[in-house]
């Protein structure tokens, strides 16, 4: 089974609309870290936004921000007021457990195209 | 600040050739990988290295070698390329510290075409 599943191959959302991106996680660790990374056509990988197992509280940074429900596995990022520079492909990501040195196990991504 | 630079950024190999991807890291790192990213799909884990000496395998480590003989650099040895291989390559660094999320810093990503 796929230890991360992005199940939107791709998105399209017009400028200054808020997008929500889906991320679903399968873990049977207790503690666990899960990310996003965008990566424009460019191609460089640019760290987003990070939600803890233990955190209680939704992370934000900045426009983003992730919609964190623990029950149901999922940690979906939400872009807020989107512009035309956020068009990229989005990964979600998922550290297991808490050894150190531990790698992240990526999704498939979703394509994000925004609109003018 | 050059953080984590990858060479060559773009290659093209025959069949059965031979060659090292770059790494390095200026961020006192202990913590590298090599991921590898085929078109439309995730990022797949080669192999990653916890410090100088330690390295092990990932999720797709057949065709690599990998060795750490200094904190700062990591290379990617492609034995008998393959166009299997054919695929970008990253390389990443962490380091751990409490209370930090502990995020992956990519290099650049190396493009490699093997015909």
């Known amino acids: 089974a796929q230890k991360i599943t992005q199940t939107q191959p791709g998105m399209f959302v017009q400028e200054k609309e808020a997008v929500t991106l889906d991320c679903t996680y399968d873990?049977?660790?207790?503690?666990?870290?899960l990310f996003w990374y965008k990566q424009p056509s460019s191609g460089e990988m640019i760290f987003l936004i990070y939600?803890?197992?233990?955190?209680?509280q939704n992370a934000t940074e900045g426009r983003y921000s992730l919609n964190f429900q623990k029950a149901r596995k999922s940690a979906n990022l939400v872009i807020s007021a989107s512009q035309l520079g956020d068009s990229a492909m989005y990964f979600c990501?998922?550290?297991?457990?808490?050894?150190?040195?531990?790698?992240?196990?990526f999704g498939k991504g979703t394509t994000l195209s925004v609109s003018s | 600040n050059a953080g984590v630079t990858q060479t060559p950024k773009f290659r093209i190999l025959k069949i059965g050739q031979s060659m090292t991807l770059q790494c390095a890291q200026d961020?006192?790192?202990?913590?590298m990988y090599w991921y590898r990213q085929d078109p439309g799909m995730g990022l797949k884990l080669i192999y990653y290295?916890?410090?100088?000496?330690?390295?092990d395998k990932g999720e797709v480590p057949n065709g690599y070698n990998v060795s750490r003989s200094t904190t700062e650099d990591f290379p990617l040895r492609l034995e008998l390329a393959a166009p299997s291989q054919t695929s970008v390559y990253f390389c990443a660094s962490r380091s751990i510290r409490p209370g930090q999320p502990g995020e992956l810093f990519f290099g650049e990503g190396s493009r490699l075409t093997v015909l």
């Open positions: 961020m006192n790192h202990n913590y």
């Open positions: 939600q803890g197992s233990y955190d209680e």
């Open positions: 290295s916890v410090g100088a000496g330690i390295t």
């Open positions: 990501a998922m550290r297991e457990g808490d050894q150190a040195g531990t790698a992240l196990i």
């Open positions: 873990t049977s660790d207790q503690s666990y870290g």
